[in-house]
T-cell receptor, first 113, second 113 residues
Framework: SQQGEEDPQALSIQEGENATMNCSYK?????LQWYRQNSGRGLVHLIL?????REKHSGRLRVTLDTSKKSSSLLITASRAADTASYFC?????????????FGKGTKLSVIP | NAGVTQTPKFQVLKTGQSMTLQCAQD?????MYWYRQDPGMGLRLIYY???????DKGEVPNGYNVSRLNKREFSLRLESAAPSQTSVYFC????????????FGDGTRLSIL
């Protein structure tokens, strides 16, 4: 079953603009992770944010987590054509001792040069 | 540093045939995972191995078996392939179970006719 749901499903922006993707989930989490997948490749880990953290940065990436709303957002600033990819959120759930990662369906980002 | 290596990259099978997908990691990770990715879907966990010597079912284990051969290698076997198992299969590994980022291979694209 899908835990995280990304929004929007697809996003098209001009190079240099910012891109924001959102993720909502249903149950209590241990951590939330964002991954990128380029066409025909495996997933690449971007950022892990723990349930007691509210914001994390990595280069041009900024992730926020609001556990009261069960939501997270990924912001990519000053986007580049190379950022074109699908982006997935994944939650590690804290219940019943299970830490399986549950992935959403992803947001497909297209950055137009 | 190869990371996670999956073989083969592509395979076509006939219904009822069997095959084993191989996965090896060189990062000394404790935990390994097998996922499948279908069009428009996120990844779904098939089986995982939290540590060497243990394996457990994920969300969609039916029709599959796994072997954690040693710390480096984790194989996925389809005993009697069915068209519903046509998918892209990803192997991943992480330092520990559930609380660390996962590192993915580039996938095996499997078609069952």
């Amino acid at each position: 079953s899908q835990q995280g749901e990304e929004d929007p499903q697809a996003l098209s922006i001009q190079e240099g603009e910012n891109a924001t993707m959102n993720c909502s989930y249903k149950t209590s989490i241990n951590n939330l992770q964002w991954y990128r997948q380029n066409s025909g490749r495996g997933l690449v880990h971007l950022i892990l944010i723990r349930s007691n953290e509210r914001e994390k940065h990595s280069g041009r990436l900024r992730v926020t987590l609001d556990t009261s709303k069960k939501s997270s957002s990924l912001l990519i600033t000053a986007s580049r054509a190379a950022d074109t990819a699908s982006y997935f959120c994944a939650t590690s759930n804290s219940g019943a001792g299970s830490y399986q990662l549950t992935f959403g369906k992803g947001t497909k980002l297209s950055v137009i040069p | 540093n190869a990371g996670v290596t999956q073989t083969p990259k592509f395979q076509v099978l006939k219904t009822g045939q069997s095959m084993t997908l191989q996965c090896a990691q060189d990062m000394n990770h404790n935990s390994m995972y097998w996922y499948r990715q279908d069009p428009g879907m996120g990844l779904r966990l098939i089986y995982y191995s939290a540590s060497e010597g243990t394996t457990d079912k994920g969300e969609v284990p039916n029709g599959y078996n796994v072997s954690r051969l040693n710390k480096r290698e984790f194989s996925l076997r389809l005993e009697s392939a069915a068209p519903s198992q046509t998918s892209v299969y990803f192997c991943a590994s992480s330092a520990d179970w559930g609380t660390q980022p996962q590192h993915f291979g580039d996938g095996t694209r499997l078609s069952i006719l």
